[in-house]
């Protein structure tokens, strides 16, 4: 007997199973199946960054040569940068991209780069060579000399040394710094460098730097020709080449030189100021003014291209206009545009040329209160420069002849240089 209305009824009845929900199960049942063979294992975990695939240092490198063997020089140290930042250890990239920006003109990050190569191995000869190669170009002597010096004891074969060693003499000569024996010492360098390493493009353009300032020109156009057959795609080198090809009056040959290393190099003013002389010499001034303003557009914070500038208006006897640049030039300031120019201090004979030129141009157009101010700056701080303190006399003259009321004169009494 059983208790009717309990809810603990011992013979309830058991209900059947429904087909369709046992097929509904073994369906689930295989998709977690699927997801957990084969879905989950190809799907990444999530939050953890996917790999990606990398360049690897020599893939930079081989892409840096092919871009510098195209002339494409910043283009090429981009790519040697970009085998710095994936391989920092290997002090090659570094060797190279430092020699590249000296050739560029980029000297501090050139001696940053070759420091970097001695970092991870001081006794690198190579890297030795080329910081002081470097710092030659800025001027510092003693350690330039010294470093040179270091790589030289460390590879006494390192003919590249001997040849930044002349380079680096024949900078010293220019600036006319400590210049008792330097042209020999530059020559023998360069002698010892011929004979460690007489195919390196380094080698024929030391010579040639050498062979420049002892005023050999056509000696030195056989150097340059012979660097620049190496690698026709460094821009210095043809503007070396021009120089002394201007030297030798082939002045056509020459603008096509400078033409060349504008072309490598569009960022460095020199090649247009080459352009701009060169036509000056020859009597062109409206393109000398031409391309000295191009000058000024590339660089428009360099006081020497504004002095470049005053020049080639002058001899074109546009003393008005040539009194802005002259200004900006010598005493600094800033342009129409907002850029800042500093002055240049009067310590080699182009800025010379630059303060008398400036002030025969406001003489000769009656702004005497600057060309008396000049006149005695020259004769107090030139008075060893026999042209300038003749200048200097001369905007005296002309300033007199404007209060009698006689005539300007119009001779040109100042050389082109």
């Not at 001081?122 to 001027?139: E, H, K, P």
């Not at 490598?264 to 002389?277: E, H, K, V, W």
Request: aromatic share 8%.
């Amino acid at each position: 007997m059983y208790l009717r209305g309990s809810k603990f009824n011992m013979t309830r009845r058991r209900r059947n199973s429904s087909p369709l929900l046992i097929l509904a199960l073994l369906i689930l049942i295989a998709g977690v199946v699927y997801v957990n063979l084969v879905v989950v294992p190809a799907t990444p975990p999530l939050f953890i960054p996917t790999s990606t695939p990398t360049t690897s240092p020599a893939t930079f490198v081989k892409n840096a040569e092919d871009l510098i063997s195209q002339g494409k020089i910043q283009q090429g140290m981009e790519a040697y940068q970009e085998a710095i930042r994936s391989d920092p250890r290997n002090s090659s990239n570094y060797i190279t991209l430092a020699q590249l920006q000296v050739f560029t003109g980029d000297y501090q990050d050139a001696i940053d780069n070759a420091q970097n190569a001695l970092l991870i191995n001081s006794t690198n000869s190579m890297a030795n060579a080329i910081r002081g190669w470097a710092l030659g170009f800025q001027g510092d002597y003693l350690t330039a000399d010294a470093a040179i010096q270091k790589a030289i004891e460390l590879d006494p074969n390192n003919g590249v040394a001997y040849a930044y060693k002349a380079e680096v003499l024949a900078l010293q000569y220019q600036t006319g710094k400590d210049i008792l024996g330097v042209v020999q010492k530059a020559t023998d360098a360069s002698r010892e460098a011929q004979r460690l390493a007489p195919n390196a493009l380094e080698t024929h353009r030391a010579r040639g730097i050498v062979l420049e300032i002892t005023q050999n020109y056509e000696e030195a156009v056989n150097e340059f020709e012979a660097a620049i057959a190496i690698n026709p795609n460094i821009a210095d080198l043809h503007l070396a080449l021009g120089r002394n090809l201007r030297a030798l009056n082939q002045y056509a040959k020459a603008v096509e030189e400078f033409n060349r290393a504008n072309a490598l190099n569009p960022a460095d003013p020199l090649p247009n100021t080459y352009i701009a002389r060169t036509y000056l010499t020859i009597g062109d001034f409206p393109k000398a003014i031409q391309y000295a303003q191009q000058a000024v557009k590339v660089s428009p914070t360099d006081p020497y291209m504004y002095g470049n500038l005053g020049t080639m208006f002058y001899r074109n006897r546009q003393y008005r206009e040539s009194l802005d640049p002259f200004r900006l030039s010598i005493y600094g300031g800033t342009t129409a545009d907002g850029v800042q120019v500093t002055g240049l201090p009067m310590d080699n004979d182009r800025v010379v040329e630059y303060y008398y030129l400036f002030g025969l141009a406001a003489a000769r157009i009656n702004q005497c209160s600057d060309a008396l101010k000049i006149s005695q700056y020259l004769q107090e701080n030139a008075a060893e420069n026999e042209t300038a303190v003749y200048n200097a006399k001369e905007m005296v003259n002309i300033c007199q002849q404007w209060i009698t009321g006689t005539s300007t004169p119009t001779r040109e009494t100042t050389p082109v240089q």
